[in-house]
């Protein structure tokens, strides 16, 4: 029987893993009294080994002899690879021979070959036998590299060692890719030199080429919609181009939109989550405003003339385009307005107005143009002087004092337009040195000509506060909290109240915010239409805002459409509990966007709202209080001129004057010192507050 049929240190077996796995490993001891053997494999770049017990070799291996305990052979040295010898001899007490070879140079050459001589001992029947001879072992050396290279042995060889070879192999490959991807790397860093993001701009742009891109063109047909909602990007500005920040927005077709978010694997390797989104429309970096004008507020002017209530929203991350788009371009601080939606749909007004159509209704066009900061209504054509907010007797909504003022040409609107841009509350950010910090509100409303009190119809056009601000509410200014907490909380009721438009009987959460309240007739008149432009940002440093911004607006439309939601009538509008009710419904439609914590702090913040309200309510008649009291305490005083006064009458007056006036004050020490109790409230919960 041949030498490799016997168990023995270098025989290739099978065995089996714990998990049930057969394979082959090479024995490197074997001890016949406990019967058992010792096997080593390569396994993913590493030596393994383990104990295996003979019956276990047996049952996968019936082509392999097992001696018995007692019974002799000859222990002859192992016909190994050059790479299974260097691998085997981290076990150097099994190992009877050691040998230098060196393989071929990488001219082809052959090295000499070398043994050390060492004393070698061979079991033979029992008797043994020492040898000393270098000679001996170099012929033995050398007939085993005949049996290598022979074609008959070179199919016998182990498992073990065509692992190896196909490690060497893989390294090689890994090795010659490794280099073309450098040679990539130069070849496209000479392209963008400098670029930080090079290799994400190098996938998106491979990500590119298999695309058909189709964008939209002022040739498509109008679609008509209950609620539109549509996208716009904008070009890279002059800071981004700077930073050699990379597009990650690509418009494919005209109504989808792929943002390609930059990811990291476990092992740091780079690669795109390429995610689709899809709306009604989807404006790219070479549409104009007259091209978003067309496909957003200009069907929507039809509505008001028919005698229903119109509204735009332009939605958004601070610095995304939403005022460029809604008020026009921007020259350093100055505004082009009459490139902006609001001038091209005052354009549309009079031309629909002037019609044969609708001549003869002998409509009135007026204007209003209003903010909404922090929960606060101002004016911004009289001074940003600051609005209520009331119900009349036919539950509806009311600005009181709000300046509406007659227009009948684009050049009237226009300079209202830029009057009030001028005044919007506006501050610094990150992403813009002039950012829109409140959400403008410009109406343009039709009346008759014979009762100018009767609306005949309204358009609002909306540019939303920055939507990155919603989430600014752990800020260690409070009033930067209470801004982003009312931004918050608007949005979210802003959603909703467009949602429910689609959804028949549903319920209206408008009372949560003053936006929400100020557009109710928008949401619950018979006629309504709604359209939303969501603005995005294309740099890799704004990815996450604009997928925020992206899912928001998707789900507005998530169940836009079916039949048009009427008044239904509301009980207690005034009521504090149906306010709070209103707050924990919009808690129940926005699980995702609200926690348990953000809820309890937008109640706390309405409630210092509230009593902000009342303090100042207060101070204002405290103050007429007090001109009144120092009226009649000159007249009390004048009684004392009279030479025969009555005194007992005098004292009497005096005194219950006194009385009054320090129950008054005493009252608005009272409100103050429950304000203060709310504001240290507040205070302390911003510090807690977990917020997604």
């Not at 073309?180 to 930080?196: I, R, S, V």
């Not at 009349?392 to 007659?406: I, P, S």
């Not at 409140?438 to 100018?452: D, G, P, T, Y």
Request: hydrophobic share 35%; aromatic share 6%.
């Amino acid at each position: 029987m041949e030498t490799s049929e016997i168990l023995q240190v270098g025989t290739s077996i099978n065995i089996r893993r714990t998990d049930g796995r057969v394979h082959s490993a090479m024995v490197a001891s074997v001890n016949h009294e406990m019967r058992t053997a010792t096997v080593e494999w390569f396994e993913q770049g590493e030596t393994k080994g383990k104990e295996v017990d003979m019956a276990a070799i047996e049952a996968l291996n019936p082509d392999i002899r097992i001696l018995k305990p007692g019974e002799n052979y000859i222990h002859e040295p192992p016909i190994l690879h050059q790479t299974s010898l260097n691998k085997l001899q981290r076990n150097p007490t099994h190992q009877s021979i050691a040998t230098t070879i060196n393989n071929k140079n990488s001219n082809g050459s052959m090295r000499s070959t070398t043994a050390t001589s060492r004393l070698t001992q061979y079991q033979r029947n029992g008797q043994v036998a020492t040898i000393e001879n270098s000679s001996q072992i170099s012929k033995e050396l050398g007939s085993s590299k005949t049996s290598i290279n022979n074609p008959q042995q070179n199919a016998k060889r182990s498992n073990v060692v065509k692992e190896v070879e196909k490690l060497k192999r893989n390294r090689e490959e890994r090795r010659q890719r490794q280099a073309e991807e450098k040679a990539e790397k130069e070849a496209f860093l000479q392209l963008a030199p400098g670029n930080p993001h090079w290799e994400l701009l190098n996938m998106i742009l491979e990500y590119r080429r298999g695309l058909d891109i189709k964008p939209l063109t002022e040739h498509d047909a109008i679609e008509d919609h209950l609620i539109t909602v549509c996208v716009r990007k904008r070009p890279l500005n002059k800071r981004e181009a700077a930073r050699k920040e990379v597009d990650v927005i690509t418009i494919p077709s005209k109504n989808q939109l792929i943002v390609h978010e930059p990811k990291n694997k476990v092992d740091l390797t780079k690669y795109l989550e390429n995610q689709l989104f899809r709306f009604d429309y989807a404006f790219d970096e070479t549409c104009t405003n007259d091209i978003v004008y067309k496909y957003t507020a200009q069907p929507l002017i039809k509505t008001i003339f028919e005698g229903g209530f119109a509204t735009c929203f332009a939605y958004g991350q601070t610095g995304s385009g939403k005022t460029h788009t809604m008020g026009g371009d921007f020259n350093g601080r100055n505004q082009d307005c009459q490139k902006g939606i609001y001038a091209m749909a005052a354009g549309d007004v009079f031309k629909y107005a002037n019609s044969a159509k609708y001549r003869n209704l002998n409509l009135v066009v007026s204007a209003s143009f209003f903010e909404i900061y922090s929960g606060k209504v101002f004016d911004l054509l009289n001074n940003k002087m600051k609005l209520r907010i009331l119900e009349d007797g036919k539950q509806q909504v009311q600005v009181v004092g709000l300046t509406e003022k007659v227009v009948t040409s684009v050049d009237e609107v226009l300079k209202l337009i830029q009057k009030g841009n001028q005044a919007r509350t506006s501050g610094q950010t990150s992403a813009n040195s002039n950012s829109s910090r409140s959400h403008a509100v410009f109406q343009i409303i039709l009346r008759s000509h014979i009762s100018m009190q009767k609306i005949h119809g309204k358009f609002s056009l909306i540019d939303l506060a920055g939507n990155e601000r919603g989430a600014d509410t752990s800020s260690a200014n409070r009033q930067t909290r209470m801004e982003g907490a009312e931004i918050n909380k608007s949005l979210l009721a802003l959603k909703e109240c467009i949602r429910a438009l689609g959804r028949k009987g549903a319920h209206l959460p408008f009372r949560v915010s003053k936006l929400t309240q100020v557009l109710r007739d928008s949401f619950v008149g018979p006629n309504s239409r709604t359209c939303m432009i969501a603005m995005i940002s294309p740099g890799v440093s704004s990815c996450e805002h604009s997928l925020n911004t992206l899912r928001y607006a998707d789900r507005v439309k998530e169940l836009g459409g079916g039949d048009l939601l009427t008044s239904q009538g509301d009980d207690g509008f005034n009521s504090d509990k149906q306010g709070d009710g209103d707050l924990m419904h919009l808690r129940s439609l926005s699980e995702n966007d609200m926690t348990p914590e953000l809820l309890n702090f937008h109640q706390v913040i309405s409630e210092l709202q509230a009593a902000e309200d009342n303090m100042l309510d207060n101070h204002k008649q405290t103050i007429d209080q007090l001109h009144a009291t120092a009226h009649r305490a000159e007249r009390i005083l004048r009684m004392a001129d009279d030479v025969t006064y009555d005194q007992e009458a005098y004292c009497k007056a005096w005194e219950e004057l006194l009385d009054n006036t320090v129950a008054y004050i005493v009252r608005a020490q009272e409100i103050v010192s429950d304000y203060k109790v709310k504001l240290a409230t507040e205070e302390q919960l911003s510090r807690k507050t977990k917020r997604k």
